[in-house]
Structures are given as C-alpha cells and as structure tokens.
Nanobody, 126 residues
Framework: QVQLVESGGGLVQAGGSLRLSCAASGRSLSNYYMGWFRQAPGKEREFVAGISRTSTSTSYADSVKGRFTTSRDNAKGTAYLQMDSLKPEDTAVYYC???????????????????WGQGTQVTVSS
C-alpha cells in the first residue's frame, strides 16, 4: 500500500503563500488519484482540491478556487498544493489522501479515500 507524508505547512500572514508537498512511498504515485482535505478545529474534514492520475483534470472547492493550485510529479512521487492569497479562514490541518489504486473517487467523500498522510498545520494570521 502507499504511504503519504505531507510537508510545507507553517505560519503565514494573510495574503501570503505556502506550498504543501505530499510524498508517496511504497507504491507508484501514478496509480492514485490524489486529494487534498483540511480540517479546522470543531469542523468536519472538507475537500480542498483533487488531481487525476495523469494530471488531465483537477477539481477545487469553491472556497479556494482561483487561489489554490494542485499539481503532481509522478516521476518524483510527489503531489503539491500551492496556496496563494491565503486568508485566516484557510487555517486548518491539511491532509493529502488517496483512494484505492486506479479508482476515481467521489471527491467530496472522505470515506472514499483509503490512505492519508499525517497532516500538516497551516495557520494564517490576520
């Protein structure tokens, strides 16, 4: 099975940028659709962005559309989430996740993602 490890979180001022990375090991990243989720204190985990196995399609939550960009480099086994124009309401723990191999999940359903990273904290100050 694939193991996922996020990095790149931190503290940033509103309007700033961060880039999260999700490194995969154990299996080829090219077999997996990749999703990004976040969870703020007291709130449910929510979908942020997703990218198909060959990068031909991406999806974004309305709240981040136009500000966040997801990409992937299958040769490096890494997926990315570029976050620009950050807002205080973007503060959360961010997770990368993958469904079973070759599966295209329903992106708004965390239960369809079987493999999760440990999460990385993103804090945006006003």
């Amino acid at each position: 099975q694939v193991q996922l490890v996020e990095s790149g979180g931190g503290l940033v001022q509103a309007g700033g940028s961060l880039r999260l990375s999700c490194a995969a090991s154990g299996r080829s990243l090219s077999n997996y659709y990749m999703g990004w989720f976040r969870q703020a204190p007291g709130k449910e985990r929510e979908f942020v962005a997703g990218i198909s196995r060959t990068s031909t399609s991406t999806s974004y939550a309305d709240s981040v559309k136009g500000r966040f960009t997801t990409s992937r480099d299958n040769a490096k086994g890494t997926a990315y989430l570029q976050m620009d124009s950050l807002k205080p309401e973007d503060t959360a723990v961010y997770y990368c996740a993958a469904p079973r191999p070759l599966v295209r999940p329903r992106i708004n359903s965390p239960s369809e993602f079987n493999y999760w990273g440990q999460g990385t904290q993103v804090t945006v100050s006003s």
